[in-house]
């Protein structure tokens, strides 16, 4: 679960030498955007191990999305540590962000596809831009449409698609370059309650084969029925974490 | 083979020594092919991207094509009238040469002498004589179809005086402008001064086709500027619009753009498509000028060589053809990516 970056040394962080296994780390996080009058995120502290499935859950602005815009790189954080499948983000050169970003599979709420490419040109696309070899993407793109149900509709547009669907193509696309951690933001906010159990389902599988996967949810019902790990934050502190989680708010 | 020696491990370690640098060396080689390969695979791929979004937006991509097509045109209206003005004064100098008159009566061997001294003179670059009778011939030559001027002739050869011509020798200088040494020898040589005939003044007409020329030259330096001042111009304004069509393009497809920031895209992939579209603009506009402006070439330099010197400009566009059609391609990319890169750079910051 190394990261391959130029810069970055995978084994500057002290945090690396605790638990070798721990994929996430964040260390007293905190992040306020400017003119707000309150920090977005606010002394966060977070350990994600290897394979692991957690769910964050939070009211409407408790700073879950930003949470992961911290993992992303998105927004840089005032105060705190974070690390990364081994990177940590102090010595993290701008320039190795798209690297990063090409390690964590991503997932939204509204799909981000690019709506005048097929299916399987969105899903290309992802391995295209890290620089695969045609061969390969020839062979994995089939594999992952495949893997998430989407076989023959490699031709199909965005628009042609139903939400579950779309989700589908979106978490294809973050998941065929086989990263080690898969973060979800709402996969399921625009999906009825069928798709919605497709896609947790889809998320299991992809984390039975080895992937961390968190999840960003507003669902009770997926907390209540998962049984996983459950972080609840609220107002940018995180205010419960427990292995078996039922929903609180 | 080589036997073994005594002094065996120590060799053997080096081999395996040596054996792993070689390892190491191929496996940089290898990394390195394919960090070339993994470039070129990005190129293709960025250029595809490019081709793709200049057909997306078809109106903006004509307007800019359009208006780069024009820039173009300018340069090389521009430049192909300079240079046919540039020939043809060049050409009006060179056939300028100054005639000296002489008496009708001089001998050859006097004008013999008078040439021997115009020679000499360094700014002189050839001299050509002719006497009373070989103009007098050259005279009946060019009139012989005008009827008024040979009854003329004969009606002065009946009345027994015969027609006579004055000696001429023409001069032509390297330095048109610079007369003073001819003029010098003209009014101050004795031999001159006996001969000359001073019905003729020497040096007026070439002093008036000096001037006439010497106007035209500013003229043309003025056009040029003018139209030099004019592509200047024009490369500003479609500058100004591709980086406009560029912005719009990149303000168009934000979503897409954050879209492929979020899954990693890099510099790369992000602005060169960008690049590459508006590089388009310029080749495509350097196709379309390029072709234009030979077709205007062909159509008016056969008319325009009735009035001045084409023949030079005419002989270099067809022979370097080629080098004229890849001096516009890169013209036009330059305008293309330079405006390119500054839409880019203000508004896809990393
Ligand atoms: N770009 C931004 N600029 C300023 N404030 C922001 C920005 N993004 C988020 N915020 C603020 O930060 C806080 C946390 O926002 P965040 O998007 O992380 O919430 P969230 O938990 O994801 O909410 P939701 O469940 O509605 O998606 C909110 O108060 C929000 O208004
Ligand atoms: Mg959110």
Same mark, same amino acid.
């Given at each position: 679960?190394?990261?391959?970056?130029?810069?970055? &040394?995978?084994?500057?962080?002290?945090?690396?030498?605790?638990? %070798?296994?721990?994929?996430?780390?964040?260390?007293?996080?905190?992040?306020?955007?400017?003119?707000?009058?309150?920090?977005?995120?606010? *002394?966060?502290?977070?350990?994600?191990?290897?394979?692991?499935?957690?769910?964050?859950?939070?009211?409407?602005?408790?700073?879950?999305?930003?949470?992961?815009?911290?993992?992303?790189? #998105? &927004?840089?954080?005032?105060?705190?540590?974070?690390?990364?499948?081994?990177?940590?983000?102090?010595?993290?050169?701008?320039?190795? @962000?798209?690297?990063?970003?090409?390690? %964590?599979?991503?997932?939204?709420?509204?799909?981000?596809?690019?709506?005048?490419?097929?299916?399987?040109?969105?899903?290309?696309?992802?391995? #295209?831009?890290? *620089?695969?070899?045609?061969?390969?993407?020839?062979?994995?793109?089939?594999?992952?449409?495949?893997?998430?149900?989407?076989?023959?509709? #490699?031709?199909?547009?965005?628009?042609?698609?139903?939400?579950?669907?779309?989700?589908?193509?979106?978490?294809?696309?973050?998941?065929?370059?086989?990263?080690? %951690?898969?973060?979800?933001? &709402?996969?399921?906010?625009?999906?009825?309650?069928?798709?919605?159990? &497709? @896609?947790?389902?889809?998320?299991?599988?992809?984390?039975?084969?080895?992937?961390?996967?968190?999840?960003?949810?507003?669902?009770?019902?997926?907390?209540?029925?998962?049984?996983?790990?459950?972080?609840?934050?609220?107002?940018?502190?995180?205010?419960?974490?427990?292995?078996?989680?039922?929903?609180?708010? | 083979?080589?036997?073994?020696?005594?002094?065996?491990?120590?060799?053997?370690?080096?081999?395996?020594?040596?054996?792993?640098?070689?390892?190491?060396?191929?496996? =940089?080689?290898?990394?390195?092919? =394919?960090?070339?390969?993994?470039?070129?695979?990005?190129?293709?791929?960025?250029?595809?991207?490019?081709?793709?979004?200049?057909?997306?937006?078809?109106? $903006?991509?004509?307007?800019?094509?359009?208006?780069?097509?024009?820039?173009?045109?300018?340069?090389?209206?521009?430049?192909? !009238?300079?240079?046919?003005?540039?020939?043809?004064?060049?050409?009006?100098?060179?056939?300028?040469?100054?005639?000296?008159?002489?008496?009708?009566?001089?001998?050859?061997?006097?004008?013999?002498?008078?040439?021997?001294?115009?020679?000499?003179?360094?700014?002189?670059?050839?001299?050509? /004589?002719?006497?009373?009778?070989?103009?007098?011939?050259?005279?009946?030559?060019?009139?012989?179809?005008?009827?008024?001027?040979?009854?003329?002739?004969?009606?002065? !050869?009946?009345?027994?005086?015969?027609?006579?011509?004055?000696?001429?020798? =023409?001069?032509?200088?390297?330095? /048109?402008?610079?007369?003073?040494?001819?003029?010098?020898?003209?009014?101050?040589?004795?031999?001159?001064?006996?001969?000359?005939?001073?019905?003729?003044?020497?040096?007026?007409?070439?002093?008036?086709?000096?001037?006439?020329?010497?106007?035209?030259?500013?003229?043309?330096?003025?056009?040029?500027?003018?139209?030099?001042?004019?592509?200047?111009?024009?490369?500003?304004?479609?500058?100004?619009?591709?980086?406009?069509?560029?912005?719009?393009?990149?303000?168009?497809?934000?979503?897409?753009?954050?879209?492929?920031?979020?899954? +990693?895209?890099?510099?790369?992939?992000?602005?060169?498509?960008?690049?590459?579209?508006?590089? $388009?603009?310029?080749?495509?506009?350097?196709?379309?000028? /390029?072709?234009?402006?030979?077709?205007?070439?062909?159509?008016?330099?056969?008319?325009? +060589?009735?009035?001045?010197?084409?023949?030079?400009?005419?002989?270099?566009?067809?022979?370097?053809?080629?080098?004229?059609?890849?001096?516009?391609?890169?013209?036009?990319?330059?305008?293309?990516?330079?405006?390119?890169?500054?839409?880019?750079?203000?508004?896809?910051?990393?």
């Amino acid at each position: 679960m190394l990261l391959a970056s130029r810069r970055a &040394e995978p084994f500057q962080s002290a945090y690396f030498y605790v638990k %070798i296994d721990i994929v996430i780390l964040l260390d007293r996080v905190t992040k306020t955007y400017a003119k707000a009058l309150q920090p977005a995120l606010d *002394g966060v502290s977070l350990h994600i191990q290897a394979r692991e499935f957690a769910i964050i859950v939070g009211a409407s602005g408790a700073g879950k999305s930003t949470l992961l815009k911290m993992l992303t790189r #998105e &927004e840089k954080p005032h105060d705190g540590k974070i690390v990364v499948g081994g990177i940590d983000y102090d010595t993290l050169d701008d320039r190795d @962000i798209p690297l990063l970003r090409r390690k %964590i599979g991503v997932v939204f709420q509204d799909f981000k596809l690019l709506p005048n490419r097929t299916v399987y040109e969105n899903v290309a696309l992802s391995l #295209e831009i890290s *620089g695969h070899s045609n061969k390969e993407i020839r062979q994995n793109v089939p594999r992952i449409l495949e893997l998430v149900g989407l076989r023959g509709k #490699e031709k199909s547009f965005p628009r042609q698609l139903s939400g579950g669907e779309r989700q589908r193509v979106a978490i294809a696309r973050a998941m065929v370059r086989q990263p080690k %951690i898969l973060v979800a933001d &709402e996969p399921t906010g625009n999906l009825d309650a069928h798709n919605t159990w &497709e @896609i947790v389902k889809l998320l299991l599988k992809i984390n039975k084969f080895g992937t961390t996967v968190v999840l960003i949810t507003h669902s009770q019902e997926i907390v209540n029925r998962l049984n996983t790990r459950v972080i609840t934050i609220s107002e940018g502190k995180v205010v419960s974490d427990v292995p078996h989680g039922g929903f609180r708010q | 083979m080589k036997k073994l020696n005594p002094s065996g491990p120590p060799k053997a370690e080096i081999a395996a020594k040596n054996a792993a640098k070689a390892k190491a060396a191929k496996a =940089h080689k290898q990394r390195l092919e =394919h960090d070339r390969r993994r470039r070129t695979l990005t190129r293709t791929r960025v250029m595809r991207y490019g081709l793709r979004n200049f057909s997306r937006n078809m109106w $903006l991509t004509v307007a800019a094509t359009a208006v780069m097509t024009i820039t173009l045109l300018i340069i090389f209206a521009t430049v192909v !009238a300079s240079s046919l003005l540039n020939e043809t004064i060049k050409a009006q100098r060179q056939k300028m040469d100054i005639s000296i008159y002489f008496r009708a009566e001089t001998s050859d061997d006097t004008l013999r002498n008078l040439t021997g001294k115009l020679r000499v003179i360094p700014n002189v670059s050839s001299v050509n /004589t002719s006497n009373s009778d070989d103009e007098y011939k050259k005279a009946v030559d060019a009139n012989k179809h005008d009827q008024a001027y040979m009854e003329a002739l004969s009606l002065a !050869a009946s009345s027994g005086q015969g027609m006579q011509l004055p000696a001429v020798i =023409h001069v032509k200088l390297h330095d /048109t402008d610079d007369r003073a040494a001819v003029d010098e020898i003209i009014t101050n040589d004795a031999l001159f001064k006996e001969w000359i005939d001073h019905a003729r003044a020497t040096s007026d007409d070439v002093q008036i086709r000096q001037n006439t020329l010497n106007r035209l030259a500013d003229i043309m330096n003025v056009a040029q500027r003018v139209g030099f001042g004019a592509a200047g111009l024009f490369v500003v304004i479609s500058i100004l619009i591709i980086f406009n069509t560029i912005r719009m393009a990149i303000f168009s497809r934000r979503e897409e753009i954050d879209m492929m920031k979020a899954i +990693g895209a890099d510099q790369r992939f992000i602005r060169g498509p960008f690049l590459v579209e508006a590089e $388009l603009y310029g080749v495509i506009a350097a196709l379309v000028a /390029t072709t234009l402006g030979y077709l205007a070439l062909m159509q008016f330099l056969p008319s325009l +060589g009735r009035y001045i010197e084409v023949g030079y400009t005419q002989e270099f566009m067809i022979q370097w053809f080629w080098l004229v059609a890849l001096a516009m391609i890169a013209i036009g990319l330059v305008i293309g990516s330079i405006s390119a890169r500054l839409a880019v750079r203000r508004y896809l910051k990393p």
